[in-house]
């Protein structure tokens, strides 16, 4: 059974820390063959912020003409959506910030116009990954992070239970992951396991 991934690269740099987590879990992914994998790099996405004007509550769609178009189908028809940011002053990086906040679409579906996001069906067979990276070494440096991701998930159809983590801190220069001692094998293992629950829920 084919497994749609949507993989997007939140950093406004390229081939950084949380990209190189990104494609470490997407090179697990790839080796089963019922896997597709598309990437998205948010630096080249051209996604604004949100204006906060409301029309989603009664057009069911956004009135900003812009990268969103493009994602925007991407998001629900993907069987895992994976997001990777670094941490910047404590908090996610603008850029997937801009798609979060731009995920308002979605919210005045569901509980302004009363509309589904996915098919029924779909409920409860999707999943996300939350990948993240952080120069700091404080154990909190996430924290700020996780709710931000965890409203973006819920309001595309993907339950809290079904989001996974892998958040490592304390690689701040650009390429300091690659000697991290568990990023990698981390990485590898999560992307397998993802795939591997991803089919059982596809079949049944």
């Known amino acids: 059974m084919p497994i749609k991934v949507l993989a997007i690269a939140g950093s406004p740099r390229r081939h950084g820390n949380s990209e190189t ?52 189908d991407k998001l629900l028809e993907a069987d895992c959506i994976i997001l990777s940011s670094p941490i910047f002053c404590m908090g996610i990086a603008s850029q997937p910030k801009a798609l979060i906040d731009r995920a308002q ?3 005045s579906r569901k509980y302004v116009l009363k509309l589904p996001v996915v098919p029924p069906e779909r409920k409860g067979k999707r999943m996300g990954i939350f990948l993240a990276s952080a120069g700091q070494d404080w154990p909190h440096v996430f924290d700020a ?12 159809e993907v339950r809290d239970a079904d989001i996974s ?21 981390d ?18």
């Open 145 to 156: 992070a996780v709710p931000s991701v965890k409203c973006f998930f819920h309001v595309i």
């Open 105 to 107: 679409v979605f919210r």
């Open 21 to 72: 987590l990104l494609d470490w879990v997407l090179g697990s992914m790839v080796e089963d063959p019922d896997v597709t994998i598309e990437k998205t790099a948010l630096s080249e996405a051209d996604i604004h912020p949100c204006n906060g004007c409301n029309a989603c509550e009664k057009l069911n769609k956004c009135v900003q003409r812009d990268g969103m178009d493009v994602l925007h």
């Open 187 to 204: 990485a590898m293992k999560l992307g397998k396991t993802v795939v591997a629950e991803l089919k059982r829920r596809l079949s049944s």
């Open 165 to 185: 983590y892998l958040m490592v801190n304390n690689v701040d220069e650009k390429g300091a992951i690659d000697t991290h001692p568990t990023a990698r094998d």
